[in-house]
Structure formats: structure tokens, C-alpha cells
């Protein structure tokens, strides 16, 4: 056992864990952070996706040991001051869940993808940069429609392809 330091949505937190346990394990049963969902545990679905020092990680990937010192950000982390974060909200107005379960790891996924693309994206990239997020209800169509709206509602510039 081996103690980790981090700070988890702005909050410093710590706790004892074994040098396998994984940082996607750490969030939801040492600091109840269910919010990141366990869909494959083999860095497939992407249903874990988090942030960590500003990055999209699949929390499945890493040991909470390698996480020691980072910053790191759920899905519980993204709303502020009591209201949705842009691609939040688009996922809602769009539609872009059935089911719920790939939603968190999406969401977190697209936040960076946003990020690191300064706002400027198009529907073949968003379609590309999501291929390691697995949604098995709404074939995609909704959650790329959401990001391409909350690019914009971030003061990007987003572009739909014809259909
Ligand atoms: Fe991590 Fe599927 S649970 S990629």
C-alpha cells in the first residue's frame, strides 16, 4: 500500500492504495466519484475518460499512483456554480444520450478534443477524435451534433457537414 496525493475537481484529497489499484478505481471507491463509468477496464470504451493536468486520459489506463500530484477532473468536476458546463448543456438539448452510460466519458472527451482544436472543428474531426468513446444506443449522430453545438457555444467555429 502506498498513500496518493491529488487534487480531484479542485479539492485535495488523499488516500492509501495498492500500487495496482487503478486511478478510474481510486475516484469511484475511495472518493465515491461514480460519475466516471467502468465499461470495459481494457482502454476500449472510453466510459472513463477524465482529465488529468488539463489532458483526456482513460482513467482505466493509469494507476492512481501515476496520478500522484495531478490535477484531475470527473465529470462531477465540470458543472460551475450550479450550472452546466457548455457541452453539458448540448448533450441535453441534442439529445446526445440514450442510455447514459458513455455520456460522462463523452462529455470529458469532447471537453478536451474542444480544447485542444481552440474551438474550431468540423464533423468528419469530431467523428474521428471520438472513435475511443464506444456508445452502443444512439449511433453517434445526437453526440456529434452536441459537440459541434457546444463548439459553438464556446465561441468556436463549428461546421456540420452535408448530409
Ligand atoms: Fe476505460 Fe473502457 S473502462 S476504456
Same mark, same amino acid.
Given at each position: ?88 448543456? =448540448? ?57 459541434? =453545438? ?6 468556436? =467555429? ?6
Amino acid at each position: 500500500m502506498s498513500k496518493v496525493e491529488m487534487t480531484v475537481n479542485g479539492r485535495s484529497v488523499s488516500g492509501d492504495v495498492e500500487d495496482r489499484t487503478l486511478l478510474v478505481h481510486f475516484l469511484r471507491e475511495h472518493l465515491g466519484l461514480t460519475g466516471t463509468h467502468v465499461g470495459c477496464d481494457t482502454s476500449q470504451c472510453g466510459a472513463c475518460v477524465v482529465h488529468v493536468d488539463g489532458k483526456a486520459v482513460k482513467s482505466c489506463t493509469m494507476l492512481a499512483a501515476q496520478a500522484a500530484r495531478a490535477e484531475v477532473t470527473t465529470i462531477e468536476g465540470l458543472a460551475a456554480g450550479g450550472e452546466l458546463h457548455p457541452v453539458q448543456a =448540448a448533450f441535453k438539448e441534442h439529445h446526445g444520450l440514450q442510455c447514459g452510460f458513455c455520456t460522462p466519458g463523452m462529455i470529458m472527451a469532447a471537453v478536451d478534443m474542444i480544447n485542444r482544436h481552440s474551438g474550431k472543428l468540423d464533423e468528419k474531426t469530431v467523428r474521428a477524435e471520438l472513435e475511443g468513446n464506444i456508445c452502443r444506443c444512439t449511433g453517434y449522430h445526437n453526440i456529434v451534433k452536441a459537440v459541434l =453545438a457546444a463548439t459553438e457555444q464556446m465561441g468556436g =467555429a463549428a461546421k456540420v457537414a452535408a448530409e
